[in-house]
Nanobody
């Protein structure tokens, strides 16, 4: 059974860092584009970053470019999101998701992602 499990969220002060993990089971993560999305209270879910299958090309939302880095460890079947220089507006529940189609290139469109984790809370506050 395909499953994604996020971890690594928490409370951090502005300017701090967190690393989120997305561990996959039941499928080979490298075969699918994997995206990170977030949803703040009262707001729509937004795409944060995506890493493509195989080659591992990456894309980022403008709001996190230069601060967040997505990466993949195929041996651990895990995708990471390193978040630096965190701001209060980064506060949200963060989800990882797997594209529904093998080997498709990355797009930050939630509709393309069919398997989702349960989410992990990130709170940036002093």
């Amino acid at each position: 059974q395909l499953q994604l499990v996020e971890s690594g969220g928490g409370l951090v002060q502005p300017g701090g860092s967190l690393r989120l993990s997305c561990a996959a089971s039941g499928f080979t993560l490298d075969y699918y584009a994997i995206g990170w999305f977030r949803q703040a209270p009262g707001k729509e879910r937004e795409g944060v970053s995506c890493i493509s299958s195989r080659v591992g090309s990456t894309i980022y939302a403008d709001s996190v470019k230069g601060r967040f880095t997505i990466s993949r460890d195929n041996a651990k079947n895990t995708v990471y999101l390193q978040m630096n220089s965190l701001k209060p507006e980064d506060t949200a529940v963060y989800y990882c998701a797997a594209d529904g189609i093998l080997f498709r290139r990355c797009v930050l469109s939630a509709a393309d992602f069919t398997s989702w984790g349960q989410g992990t809370q990130v709170t940036v506050s002093s």
